[in-house]
């Protein structure tokens, strides 16, 4: 079946390092990927997406492009700040699917 | 435009009764899906709705169910509470529900429901 699957977290960076979170999928049809983030005692809101292969999603200064061929939409940022520390989540919808299947989650904290 | 609107925010049952969450979605979308958010589990479609039909639902137990109405709002019930639902139940809703694949969704901010 559909699936995701995101680096394990919690990943703890300084001010200004450079963030990675990796995502892989699979998937049965042409699905669109999304990364999705949420801060402490909200719900998700849509970071950035990509709807077809070679796609790049950016907002932010985050940005993740759809690879087709490694099944992947790794999430990259040149310089996280504190405001930045969340939990990040990778997700994909299959069109006509009628729902979206979300990766465990990758909790990132910044500090000063 | 108001986001996407869950009452209660907080809850809290005890085990065997039955609950009510509600959602309403940002004005003029149609399509609203629910979802359980557990630390163990993470987060677990639940059901989507459009117009007022369910259009897919995932791999929860006949307790759990839903409705949508005209208005589009949703409503999920849970019937004979257990220790094991007590999550974080997260609405969320998007306006081009025809292309379900590429919407982006909306969340509101979550009912967190505790089962003593």
């Known amino acids: 079946g559909d699936s995701v699957t995101q680096m394990e977290g919690p990943v703890t960076l300084s001010e200004e390092a450079f963030l990675t979170i990796n995502c892989t999928y699979t998937?049965?049809?042409?699905?669109?990927l999304f990364w999705y983030v949420q801060y402490p005692g909200e719900g998700l809101q849509l970071l950035l997406k990509?709807?077809?292969?070679?796609d790049k999603g950016s907002n932010k200064g985050f940005e993740a492009t759809y690879r087709k061929e490694t099944t992947s939409f790794h999430l990259e940022k040149g310089s996280v700040q504190v405001s930045d520390s969340a939990v990040y989540f990778c997700a994909l919808s299959i069109y006509g699917g009628f729902k979206t299947i979300f990766g465990a989650g990758t909790r990132l904290f910044v500090k000063a | 435009k108001a986001g996407v609107t869950q009452t209660p925010r907080y809850l809290i049952k005890t085990r065997g009764q039955q609950v009510t969450l509600s959602c309403s979605p940002i004005?003029?979308?149609?399509?609203v899906s629910w979802y359980q958010q557990t630390p163990g589990q993470g987060l677990q479609f639940l059901f989507e709705?459009?117009?007022?039909?369910?259009?897919n639902k995932g791999n929860f137990p006949g307790r759990f169910s839903g409705r949508q109405f005209s208005n589009s709002r949703s409503e999920m019930n849970v019937s004979t509470l257990e220790l094991g639902d007590s999550a974080l139940y997260l609405c969320?809703?998007?306006?081009?529900?025809?292309?379900?694949?590429?919407?982006?969704?909306?969340f509101g901010p979550g009912t967190r429901l505790t089962v003593l």
């Open positions: 998937a049965t049809g042409y699905p669109s």
């Open positions: 004005s003029g979308h149609r399509s």
């Open positions: 990509a709807t077809k292969a070679d």
């Open positions: 969320a809703s998007s306006q081009l529900a025809e292309s379900y694949g590429t919407d982006t969704q909306y």
């Open positions: 709705y459009f117009s007022e039909t369910q259009r």
